[in-house]
């Protein structure tokens, strides 16, 4: 299911590249890419609907739930580039959509697979669904102050895309001169040099935009722990659940 949002992100976002790869619809074309999503889609419902386990028709429903939520994150994230006055908690709501949904069902799935009650499944979706805001909120950061040879993306990828991501939307909505400046390269019609990438950069952290996105996914790190201590009392039990955690604030690329 992941892989089908995968294929289908690189299409609609144009992406040349995918861990230092040509993606799927640049060396198959766009129409196979979308298709070999379509079919990832569908074997990742006929796996769990073939399941003789007690859990795989709940799962199957939030499965299907998933990837509608998963959508409309996508075509609110797409409608955001297309607007001016986008706000830090409609970025946030679209974030939860569009990465903590898809965690959130994966964590759930497993609880109810290893025979956890509703309660449990849904404190472990919360748990996946703050792992994923902070994922997303380090992903951005990555975006913009990543290493291209760690990456395999280009310097300031989102800054050259003009997306309107987390820490961005968090500088242009600062009251800052710094976030002002921002908005005016932003909405310059023509590509952006170097030297404006930089400044965008610049603009992004003089703005606090850097700073609040490394200190919300913090805090998105500990609403994560406190849903996970209500599905996993014992801290022992949950030793490989919060290694995966600390991962994800800790990721480069």
């Known amino acids: 299911m992941h892989n089908f949002t995968l294929l289908h992100d690189d299409v609609i976002d144009r992406d040349d590249t995918r861990r230092h790869r040509p993606t799927a619809w640049r060396v198959f074309g766009t129409t196979e890419a979308i298709l070999a999503g379509d079919a990832m889609h569908s074997l990742a419902l006929r796996l769990v609907a073939e399941d003789a386990h007690p859990a795989a028709r709940g799962s199957i429903r939030r499965l299907a739930d998933c990837v509608v939520e998963l959508c409309e994150g996508q075509q609110i994230d797409c409608a955001f580039e297309q607007r001016n006055d986008v706000s830090l908690a409609e970025c946030l709501a679209m974030a939860e959509a569009k990465t903590g949904a898809l965690l959130g069902a994966a964590c759930a799935m497993g609880a ?3 025979g956890g009650s509703e309660e449990t499944a849904q404190a472990m979706d919360g748990f996946g669904r703050e792992i994923g805001l902070a994922f997303q909120l380090i992903d951005d950061l990555i975006g913009i102050w990543g290493d291209p040879a760690v990456t395999g993306k280009p310097v300031g990828a989102d800054l050259v895309a003009r997306k309107k991501s987390l820490p961005v939307v968090r500088a242009l909505g600062s009251g800052t001169a710094e ?26 952290e003089a703005a606090g935009g850097r700073g609040w996105a490394q200190g919300e996914s913090c805090e998105r790190m500990a609403a994560a722990m406190a849903q996970l201590a209500l599905a996993v009392p014992e801290p022992s039990a949950a030793d490989e659940l919060l290694a995966l955690a600390e991962l994800v604030t800790r990721r480069t690329h």
């Open 112 to 114: 109810l697979y290893g």
């Open 179 to 204: 976030g002002a400046r921002l908005a005016e390269l932003y909405a310059l019609e023509r590509p952006l040099g170097p030297e404006e990438l930089a400044q965008c950069a610049a603009a992004v």
